[in-house]
């Protein structure tokens, strides 16, 4: 952290004052704009930190990119392990 980025206390640093006879109107637009701002910085840090829903918009992506792709090899797998479940019992029966 640099010396601009917090005080002494650790506090992160005021904004500067506005200037002198500044309209109320255009510090109200500028209030506004920084609240706009802030809260799309908070919907992208939630939504960044939602792994679950993430994860899950992923496999439907790529579930549309390519149809049974991701689950379409479920059945050969099963089968190999249920090969070398069967033939690693077999051999130690022997």
Do not use: C, F, H, W
């Amino acid at each position: 952290m640099n010396a601009d980025s917090s005080n002494a206390a650790g506090q992160p640093p005021q904004p500067p004052p506005p200037p002198q006879g500044a309209p109320a109107e255009e510090l109200e637009r500028d209030i506004e704009r920084t609240r706009e701002d802030l809260g799309r910085t908070v919907d992208a840090l939630a939504a960044k930190a939602d792994v679950k829903t993430r994860v899950q918009q992923r496999i439907a992506e790529l579930d549309r990119q390519r149809p049974g792709v991701l689950y379409g090899g479920t059945g050969a797998a099963l089968a190999v392990v249920a090969l070398v479940i069967g033939l690693t019992v077999r051999r130690r029966r022997r």
